[in-house]
């Protein structure tokens, strides 16, 4: 089995500064990696994922993941962030060769303020 | 294009009652999944259909809750005997087929409340 930890609930930050969403995963079998992103009454929109290859991945938005295996972590990081940026991160993993099912962390709060 | 829909996007009812949640997925996408939030919580699965057959069902919390495709397009999500515990918000989700691009698209959800 799979689980997720974000190590933060909410991050403030001004706008305009660089930011840095961290996300842990544990599992005993190789996982895909991915952020989304959740608007206020918006539907979750997917930011980014990792599947194999390079291990910094850029996605919408200006943001960027790195994967660290041995780490077992996926942080989310943006150089300089905008208000519209404001929402609620979720980083989520599934089991490569698996049924596909996502599995979540309790996301992180972002608040970009002026 | 449209992306996916749910009805209704709100839904009240008294304990013990029985209720449906629709999903309507993107036009052409074979997979789609049913995941549960509750307040504070990430997404939790449910429940994951490839076509008209559901491929892994380990997410349902027990046998009140039950959910069908059979034409492998809509979907709709059944639970019997509510409870309070039952209110959060149901999110469906679609992608292209199983092992493609693995992104999933989800829709705006269904707020349930189980008074």
């Known amino acids: 089995a799979q689980s997720v930890t974000q190590l933060d609930s909410q991050v403030p930050v001004f706008e305009e500064a660089p930011v840095e969403l961290r996300c842990n995963y544990s599992?005993?079998?190789?996982?895909?990696l991915f952020w989304y992103v959740q608007y206020p009454n918006q539907g979750l929109q997917l930011l980014l994922k990792?599947?194999?290859?390079?291990?910094l991945v850029k996605g919408i938005n200006g943001f960027e993941a790195e994967f660290n295996k041995s780490q077992t972590s996926f942080h989310l990081r943006k150089p300089s962030v905008h208000i519209s940026d404001t929402a609620e991160y979720f980083c989520a993993v599934s089991e490569q060769g698996g049924s596909e099912k996502l599995v979540f962390g309790k996301g992180t709060k972002l608040t970009v303020n002026p | 294009g449209a992306g996916v829909s749910q009805t209704p996007s709100n839904k009240v009812t008294e304990k013990g009652k029985y209720v449906e949640l629709r999903c309507d997925p993107i036009?052409?996408?074979?997979?789609l999944y049913w995941y549960r939030q509750s307040l504070g919580q990430g997404p939790e699965f449910l429940i994951y259909f490839q076509g008209t057959g559901a491929a892994d069902d380990s997410g349902l919390p027990n046998d009140r809750f039950f959910a069908v495709r059979p034409e492998g397009s809509v979907s709709t999500l059944k639970i019997q005997r509510t409870e309070r515990g039952d209110s959060a918000v149901y999110l469906c989700a679609s992608s292209l087929t199983s092992g493609s691009s693995y992104e999933q698209y989800f829709g705006p959800g269904t707020r349930l409340t189980v008074t």
């Open positions: 990792y599947l194999s290859g390079s291990t």
């Open positions: 036009s052409g996408h074979t997979a």
């Open positions: 599992s005993s079998v190789s996982v895909y």
